[in-house]
């Protein structure tokens, strides 16, 4: 299974319970304004692709609904009158590991010398506009809990759903679809009886294998660089084996 997102879910698990659930609360409040402004002021998810992406992120880190609904309303009525900016910034970490970056600005003046310095503080560097972008294709990509069943079990509900690829370890099942079908594929689960989390990732192909210390020096730098109010996604181009996510989550 690929380490981004096993990794992200372990980071996502601890978030749950610590001050950083409400920082993410605001980010999500950001992304569904800005999808309410990209779809011409519509509110409604089944005819807002973009506001359905931003809802289901905002399930996957178990924002109340009446959190998103109140945030749908407010972009929906007269708002705040800020209109944000997508941003894309790529650089390097330690050990060459690629990273790229997602991020929603209402003034890149400030947004893009702010990352820099993040980058350069934990001994990055931000590089030029494509420069990492090539080797990283956008899937949709859905968490799931085993429930016990075997991987022929899962095929068969993975075709079922129309999703495209399923990998699986003992805990956890990762489907990955195409990002235009995720929603729909989540919707099917639903009505399978299951609960999905799922969200529109950049996938690096191939990943990069690294040695523990240079995994520690650059999640590190990804936590940083998470912990901007304006980054809304940092995914890497680095491969974590069994072996140093287990010594990892052990030091917690």
């Given at each position: 299974?690929?380490?981004?997102?096993?990794?992200?879910?372990?980071?996502?698990?601890?978030?749950?319970?610590?001050?950083k659930r409400g920082?993410?609360?605001t980010?999500i409040?950001?992304?569904?304004?800005a999808?309410?402004?990209?779809?011409g002021?519509?509110?409604d998810?089944d005819?807002?692709?973009?506001?359905?992406l931003?809802?289901?992120?905002?399930r996957?880190?178990?924002?109340p609904?009446d959190?998103i609904?109140?945030?749908?309303?407010k972009?929906?009525g007269?708002?705040?009158?800020?209109?944000?900016?997508?941003l894309?910034?790529?650089?390097y970490?330690q050990?060459?590991?690629a990273?790229?970056?997602?991020?929603?600005?209402?003034?890149?003046?400030?947004?893009?010398?702010e990352?820099r310095?993040?980058f350069?503080k934990?001994?990055?560097?931000?590089?030029?506009?494509?420069?990492?972008?090539?080797m990283?294709?956008?899937?949709?990509v859905?968490?799931?809990?085993?429930?016990?069943?075997?991987?022929?079990?899962?095929?068969?509900?993975?075709?079922?759903?129309?999703?495209?690829d399923?990998?699986m370890?003992e805990?956890t099942v990762?489907?990955?679809t195409?990002?235009?079908?995720?929603?729909s594929?989540?919707?099917?689960?639903?009505k399978?009886?299951?609960e999905?989390?799922?969200?529109?990732?950049n996938?690096?192909?191939?990943?990069m294998?690294?040695?523990?210390?240079?995994?520690r020096?650059?999640?590190?730098?990804?936590?940083?660089?998470e912990?901007?109010?304006?980054?809304?996604n940092?995914?890497?181009s680095m491969?974590?084996t069994?072996?140093?996510?287990?010594?990892?989550?052990?030091?917690?």
């Open positions: 299974m690929s380490g981004h997102s096993k990794w992200a879910n372990i980071k996502h698990k601890k978030a749950g319970v610590d001050a920082a993410v609360f980010k409040v950001k992304l569904i304004n999808a309410v402004r990209k779809g002021g519509i509110g998810p005819l807002n692709a973009a506001l359905r931003a809802v289901e992120k905002a996957a880190v178990n924002m609904n959190n609904d109140r945030a749908i309303k972009a929906t007269d708002g705040d009158g800020i209109n944000y900016e997508d894309i910034y790529e650089g970490g050990g060459g590991v990273i790229y970056v997602e991020a929603l600005t209402d003034n890149r003046n400030r947004t893009t010398p990352i310095k993040i350069e934990g001994g990055g560097n931000l590089g030029e506009m494509g420069c990492v972008a090539w990283f294709k956008r899937v949709g859905i968490e799931l809990d085993t429930n016990g069943k075997s991987e022929d079990e899962w095929m068969e509900i993975v075709l079922e759903s129309g999703a495209e399923l990998q370890d805990e990762e489907i990955r195409s990002p235009e079908e995720l929603t594929v989540m919707d099917a689960l639903r399978l009886g299951f999905p989390k799922g969200d529109v990732m996938i690096a192909e191939p990943a294998s690294v040695d523990i210390d240079t995994a020096k650059v999640l590190k730098l990804m936590d940083a660089i912990d901007h109010d304006d980054v809304q940092v995914t890497s491969e974590l069994p072996e140093i996510k287990e010594k990892l989550e052990a030091e917690g």
